[in-house]
């Protein structure tokens, strides 16, 4: 299911002005309600390419102009110089046409690859298997633990204090134990600190390795025109596999043909929504086209047959892998101080010694005496106990953390954390529940609020209502998801669901309504369904409601809000029925747009009881395969349902600790801008007052570049206009915006945006698909 968002400016976010037009009960902002003219105006005024945001920000375009080529390429499917060119890259295995990339890999989209060819292509393109990073011994991690630090310093007091005595026993009848119990009791702290460490990052370690069980193991491939199982990592680029609901994607692959085919892509891009698959270019970005899917991504709906098109380390996730693997993170703010620590000590005790030396040679010691006597100070100048102190409270540390189910990996890491000036923040998971939630419904002509605290129990809605009670049946009824059995005792909020991400939004919210919606699903039997899909944009379902004194058959319909109005004739006002006019239609319009504008996913709702004449009851007759014969009666629209993947309960709490603290948090997500500057507003990374300046742009009604980029202290970027920027003017943007939302964004992009906060001189600690720094 796939609805639109309502978009004006890339840089849109949530109006905060009183409607005067629509009412809304319960609200927690108010909210101003667009004019559809001047919406569409403002689309055609400020809505601009990736090259001129970047302008916006004051940079030149200095990137090459993938749309202007995607255009061209896709014009003629004669090869063009251009495309020759590319034909060379599989960085565009997802714009050139089908039978060019089937030709490429000498592959064939029914019998797939020959043995011979399976064999050429591993050879010429890889095999498909993430090579694991090289890793240090567990015996040279253990004796870094032993040696590094301030243990260095006492390892060299050790060995001063063993001199002593050694130079001593040589040179008289006996030496002087003092010096080899020191030397002794030293070796034992080192030991004894070492350990400590070492053992607290082997346990990391090991819960690290459990996590690598999201790799697909077996994947359904045909070779020699037969289907077999084999071991995903035997999988070569040109192969034809097959996926269906539950697989995980085992190499990045285009879409051959796929049936109602979905993933989840939200441990790439940050989408909590199931992402639509289809065998069709729609963008030069291959994050953003619907023909690829990517390796160890979720298919949870649908099946599909896809060509592999890059495997192993070349796979977006094997990118990001070896980004990952590669970035060196420096060294820590307390290892830095550490090292300086050591070398003022090292320096500050030879001195102290070498001075003594000569004031004792001065006094007449014997230098035998003397030497004996500055290896004394400069021992006595090491703080012995402040390794095994230090490595004690951050294993303490490392320890609390835990029961807080945060993993530290390195003990060094506890203290970095403590110095951080920046938090980079993932949105999906991070800072909102990953959960699309039901968060305002329009029916009655109002726009109604839905709790969407993680833990929200009972009805929200009156089911006497005649208004909600037709829009909560078309919910209840029209659906295909379904509580994965055995749930009973599991709290609501936490109960898994066989759907999609919208449908599990509308069935937990239906089953606070009307308490087990299996249980009133049962009372009215569903007699015939049309799924959802591209074309119709519409779900359809036909159920026999069982009351004898009205026997006909209810249709219940969803899907895209502006599909949905289009079919209908009428609409329900509490009890009453209404012609859709003009005037409806601009309510509609309206309130379309706002809830578009909070960055909700939107769809309609509509029903229609079936003539007993053409459809009796007990001999239904439906063509589920001809929906046409259905879209010409006339509809009744019920209203509308927005859904959105709400904020954690306890964020803006947090976001404001942080912010009091002198951090600066900063939401980098692949979400949609619309969405990520919403969720932005909602938790505080965007203060409530501050605006972008496109919006500023739009309150005075001038294009943005005449807005000085100063007057903002907000910036909402997409991955688009991060390539247009140079290293520099990135940094330029970091340092002139207090308020910053990165959306759009691919993983790489991450480590971009990070290295320029470093770069800057920050300590930098980023949530997602990067690590700590």
Known sequence: MSGNYRRGSLFATPSHKKSEELQMEKPTEKTTLLDPLKSRERKRSHVYGAAERAKSFGFENKAFDFDKQFKEIVKDSEPKPQAKEWDADDQFDHVLPLHQIINRYHSDTIKGLSDDQVEINRSKYGANILSPPQKKSQLSKFIQALVGGLNA?????????FAIYGIQFATSEGGQNDDLYLGIA?????????????????????????????????AVVYRNGARQDIDAGELVVGDIIEVKLGDLIPADIRIVDCQNFKVDNSSLTGESEAQKRSKDCTSSDPMETTNLAFFSTNAIEGHATGLVVRVGEKTLMGRLATLSSTVDAGRSPIGVEMDRFILIMTIRSFVIGVVFLFIAIMMGYHWLDAIFFIIGIMVANIPEGLSVTFTMILSLTAKRMASKNCLVKHLQAVEALGSTSVICSDKTG????????????????????????ERRIGASFDNDDPGFSALGN??????????????????LHERIVEGDASEAGILKCME?????????????????????NST???????????????????????GAPERIISLCTTILIQDKEYPLNDD????????????????ERVLGFCDYRLPIEKYPPGQPVFDSEQPDEFLNEGFRFVGLISMVDPPKSSVPNAVEKCRSAGIKVVMVTGDH??????????????????????EIALQRGVPVRQVDPTESEVAVLTGSDLKQLSSEELKDVLKNHEEIVFARTSPEQKYIIVSAFQELGNIVAATGDVKFY
């Not at 080192?190 to 999201?214: A, C, H, N, P």
């Not at 009824?477 to 009973?488: D, H, M, N, V, Y």
């Not at 519409?538 to 004194?549: E, K, L, R, Y």
Request: charged share 20%.
């Open 153 to 161: 310093l006492l390892l060299a007091s050790a060995g001063l204090s």
């Open 186 to 218: 030293l070796v034992i702290v080192v030991f004894v600190s070492g350990m400590f460490t070492f053992y607290q990052e082997l346990k990391s370690d090991r819960i690290m390795e459990s996590f690598k069980k999201m790799v697909p193991r077996v």
């Open 430 to 453: 991070t800072l909102t529940q990953n959960k699309m939630t039901v968060s305002h419904m329009w029916f009655n002509d109002k726009i109604h609020q839905s709790e969407t605290s």
């Open 474 to 491: 078309v919910a209840a009824l029209c659906s295909r998801a379904i509580f994965k059995p055995g749930q009973e005792d599991v709290p």
């Open 512 to 532: 606070d309504q009307y308490g087990d919606i299996m249980a009133y699903r049962a009372l009215y039997p569903k007699v015939c369904e049309i799924p959802f």
């Open 536 to 558: 119709n944009k519409f779900q359809v379902s036909i159920h026999d409601m069982q009351n004898p004194a009205d026997q006909r058959y209810l249709l219940v319909m969803k």
């Open 584 to 599: 409806w239609k601009d309510k509609f319009e309206k309130v379309y747009t706002t809830l578009g504008s909070f960055g």
């Open 673 to 694: 801008p619309i969405t990520a500057a919403a969720i932005a507003k909602t938790v505080g990374i965007i203060s409530h007052g501050n605006f972008t300046r496109d």
